[in-house]
T-cell receptor
């Protein structure tokens, strides 16, 4: 079946540190890939996305590259801020009629000043 | 992207009762998705609601427990029936707007506590 495996958290970093949250997927066909962020007490927000191999999604200093050969979509940021503290979810969406998202387990990130 | 209004935002309910959650979208969409997020866990799809047809439920979720209505292309409800403390979760609706991979919008969620 289709699944998303995320790096287990929680992750705690100091401000300005480099962030990587690993995400790998298993899917039939060619999925679109997403990173969603959930700030404390808030709803889910789309952070970035990529729809085909080698695409790079980017937003707010975060980046992720769709790697078909390694079935990965790792999230990176060069210098995290305290305001980046949140739960990050990797997700995929298959092409075709099954249009719902399949989510990873989520990774809690805490950035300390 | 679409804007979703979801309500109630939170509720505390007695076991054995039912709660209906509403989602209103500011534009017409074909599919609406209902997810559950149990405490400290990821989102799990409950069902997909299409206008004019029965909702499609995922494994582990049944219509008697989670009846869904989809009377038109901008509105849907999810009812959590005969609640128990295990139903305490955040429930979210979601829509996909635009072409494949365009992006999904989520409602702000309903935080349900069953006592």
């Amino acid at each position: 079946g289709n699944s998303v495996t995320q790096m287990e958290g929680p992750v705690t970093l100091s401000e300005e540190a480099f962030l990587t949250i690993n995400c790998t997927y298993t899917a039939t066909g060619y999925p679109s890939l997403f990173w969603y962020v959930q700030y404390p007490g808030e709803g889910l927000q789309l952070l970035l996305k990529a729809t085909k191999a080698d695409d790079k999604g980017s937003n707010k200093g975060f980046e992720a590259t769709y790697r078909k050969e390694t079935t990965s979509f790792h999230l990176e940021k060069g210098s995290v801020q305290v305001s980046d503290s949140a739960v990050y979810f990797c997700a995929l969406r298959l092409s075709g009629s099954a249009r719902q998202l399949t989510f990873g387990s989520g990774t809690q990130l805490t950035v300390l000043p | 992207s679409a804007v979703i209004s979801q309500k109630p935002s939170r509720d505390i309910c007695q076991r054995g009762t039912s709660l209906t959650i509403q989602c209103q979208v500011d534009s017409q969409v074909t599919m609406m998705f209902w997810y559950r997020q149990q405490p400290g866990q990821s989102l799990t799809l409950i069902a997909t609601a299409n206008q004019g047809s029965e909702a499609t439920y995922e494994s582990g979720f049944v219509i008697d427990k989670f009846p869904i209505s989809r009377p038109n292309l901008t509105f849907s409800t999810l009812t959590v029936s005969n609640m128990s403390p295990e139903d305490s979760s955040i429930y979210l609706c979601s829509v996909e707007k635009g072409a494949q991979g365009y992006g999904y919008t989520f409602g702000s969620g309903t935080r349900l506590t069953v006592v």
